[in-house]
């Protein structure tokens, strides 16, 4: 499984323990490459979408401070790839594991998203609901 520093082994980020710039720009990738086309699959399953997306919106935008970038694109990146802690597949479970590790991310970084990022979300589940 690979995702960047900023959450390997269930740890945050610290000033000792920096995610290096070709680890967040390893995220960066999986992220663009993975994120649309599941959450396109799973949209009407999620109750946290809307805090998915707005997170995707704050870690996309330029302004964003790298550390946030850096802490979004980790947990992003874990909601995209297959193999995480809980299956995506079990019903009910699946997503659990994804939206704990969101969940924490945005609890460290949400004075960083914006109204914006918020409206923005909102805008494309509206497109795709």
Known sequence: MRFSRVWAGSRMWSDRD???????????RTVQT???PKIKRSVTRL???????????????R????????ILLGAL??????FDGIPDLLPMLGYADDAAMLAGALK???????????E??????????
């Not at 920096?18 to 960066?28: G, H, K, P």
């Not at 990146?77 to 297959?82: G, H, M």
């Not at 460290?108 to 918020?118: F, T």
């Open 47 to 61: 109750p946290f979408a809307e805090d998915l997306l707005s997170a995707y919106y704050c870690a996309f935008d």
């Open 34 to 36: 993975g994120f649309w």
């Open 77 to 82: 990146a874990y909601f995209v790839l297959p």
């Open 108 to 118: 460290l970084v949400i004075d960083n998203i914006r109204p914006e990022h918020r």
């Open 18 to 28: 920096r995610a290096t710039d070709a680890d967040i720009a390893a995220d960066e």
């Open 120 to 129: 923005a979300a909102r805008r494309k589940l509206d497109e795709l609901s």
């Open 63 to 70: 302004q964003t401070p790298l550390r946030v970038r850096a």
